[in-house]
């Protein structure tokens, strides 16, 4: 099948009633004197291009681990895109733009857990994969300012401008992210240069916390070009990413975030995402969690007495200025204790899982929704992984397979399971996302989140809603961060 583009003619594979088109460029190759600049409109061709093989995914660490794989193939010229449509072609249909995670330092468009052909074909829908810089390349403003950011705002340009003619109705895009795509949403919510690009939104796992400021990205391009010693701009990859990792050993721990990540700078991002909330809640939005987030990041095997773990939880509350600390850690340790059914092998770095998973995922989340005030939708995704016998309960990325009802690879099976109670949950989630993507909310059993009525759809071998109020765990939180 062939589709004109407004750079040229691209080719795609029919596979199973939907046509794949891999590797359309969205912009010029960010190579030689473009590296690290913002991106710029892709280059003509004039013959009909292949599209069958996706392209590289951006430089990044190799990274793998339980729902974590690293990217088969990377490059510096990484600007593509992937487009899953229904043969036909009859009526525009609506378009999903997913925006990968990964700490804005890895991930891959053409990941296989993201191939969108199940997605378009169940749910009569376009679906489009986005490749952005990562990074130093992307968020280390060494040359130009949330190169990242800019380089998905490109993407959502090209989609506005091409997709009408793969069947997509460019007036209907849900953007779409887990992670550091669900916290890259949200910022682009707040991005002037991307509004009317996108009309409904989607955030699993991620909010509006993860932005730096002006002074920090000043700072962490200075750590790097002095642990470059050379010229960025003629160093070789091996040295970027050595450079990369070193100035994340320096500076996360003061930052407690990773410092390669969008920050404000006035112009493309001129105001923290949640300080105009309530301004970008027209679009509307779903956004929400997996119940045991931070289990991903935590060994069942670490090893964590007691006091080790009063004096971890102190220290967050100390950070996040809870009044009376010492206290206030004794309270939750004791409300977990006797609420939460905790690891058998090891409760206590269970413990510490889920508090982290409260502040790290929960309360940015209900922050967000709360200052948007409108136009929200929340969820919590309760599915448990199999995996390392249990340890990951409803971990951070597993509900991505069920978004995409993507269950064949033996790797994402064993990560997230399989079986008819799975593809029923897939089906439905599928059919939500898809609702959503066409009439800007979901169906009625899903009711809306407001900061009066706090309701929250739980995602499980059954569906139901609840309101927060009624979570103890929910009621001691709000007390203790003043929410």
């Known amino acids: ?16 009633r939907v046509v794949r ?5 969205f912009a010029a190759p960010p190579t030689q004197t473009r590296r690290f600049q913002l991106p710029q409109p892709p ?3 004039t013959t009909p291009r292949p599209a069958h093989e996706a392209q590289p995914a951006p430089p990044q660490p190799l990274t793998v681990g339980p729902g974590i794989r690293g990217a088969a193939r990377t490059s510096e010229d990484c600007l593509y895109l992937n487009v899953y449509a229904p043969e036909s072609t009859a009526a525009p249909r ?4 997913w925006i990968f995670g990964g700490g804005y330092v890895n991930g891959d468009a053409a ?8 997605l378009a074909r169940a749910q009569d829908l376009i679906v489009v994969t986005i490749n952005y810089r990562l990074g130093i390349w992307g968020f280390a403003a060494l040359v130009d300012r949330n190169v990242g950011l800019a380089d998905q705002i490109a993407a959502l340009r090209w989609v506005h401008h091409n997709i009408g003619a793969f069947g997509g109705d460019a007036g209907n895009v849900t953007i779409i992210g887990e992670s550091a795509g669900a916290m890259s949403v949200c910022t682009l919510l707040a991005c002037p240069a991307a509004r009317g690009l996108f009309h409904r939104a989607i955030a699993q796992s991620g909010a509006a ?3 730096g400021t002006r002074a920090q990205a000043d700072e962490t391009a200075a750590v790097l070009r002095e642990l470059l010693v050379e010229d960025p701009q003629h160093a070789d990859l091996a040295t970027l990413l050595e450079a990369q990792r070193a100035t994340l050993a320096r500076l996360r721990p003061r930052y407690r975030a990773n410092p390669l990540r969008p920050h404000i700078d006035g112009h493309l991002l001129p105001e923290h995402p949640l300080a105009t909330a309530a301004l970008n809640s027209n679009v509307p939005l779903i956004i929400g969690i997996n119940r045991d987030e931070y289990r991903l990041y935590i060994r069942s095997s670490l090893k964590l007495d007691d006091d080790a773990l009063t004096t971890h939880v102190e220290r967050r509350l100390i950070e996040r200025d809870v009044q009376d600390p010492a206290s206030s850690t004794q309270r939750v340790l004791a409300h977990y204790r006797a609420t939460h059914t905790l690891h058998p092998r090891n409760p206590n770095a269970a413990l510490l899982a889920d508090i982290e998973t409260e502040l790290r995922f929960r309360d940015p989340m209900l922050r967000y929704a709360t200052a948007r005030g409108r136009n929200t939708w929340v969820y919590q995704f309760d599915w448990p992984s199999p ?21 064949m690879l033996p790797s994402i099976a064993k990560f997230v399971g399989a079986g008819p109670d799975a593809t029923a949950l897939s089906n439905r989630m599928m059919s939500l996302w898809a609702h959503f993507a066409r009439h800007g909310r979901p169906p009625d059993v899903w009711p809306a989140y407001t900061s009066n009525d706090r309701m929250q759809l739980h995602l499980n071998r059954e569906i139901r809603s609840v309101r927060m109020d009624t979570d103890a765990t929910v009621r001691l939180w709000d007390a203790l961060l003043r929410r």
Not at 94 to 97: Q, W
Not at 111 to 118: E, R, V
Not at 387 to 407: C, D, K, Q, S, Y
Request: hydrophobic letters at 50%; zero cysteines; aromatic letters at 12%.
């Open 43 to 45: 280059q003509d061709w």
């Open 94 to 97: 609506p378009v999903l733009v």
């Open 21 to 25: 088109f891999l590797g359309i460029p």
């Open 209 to 211: 916390e993860n932005v």
């Open 1 to 16: 099948m062939q589709v004109k583009t407004q750079s040229g003619v691209v080719v795609g594979a029919s596979h199973e």
């Open 111 to 118: 990941d296989p857990l993201f191939d969108g052909a199940n």
């Open 387 to 407: 995996a390392l016998r249990g340890w990951l309960g409803a971990t951070h990325a597993v509900e991505i397979p069920f978004v995409f009802g993507n269950f």
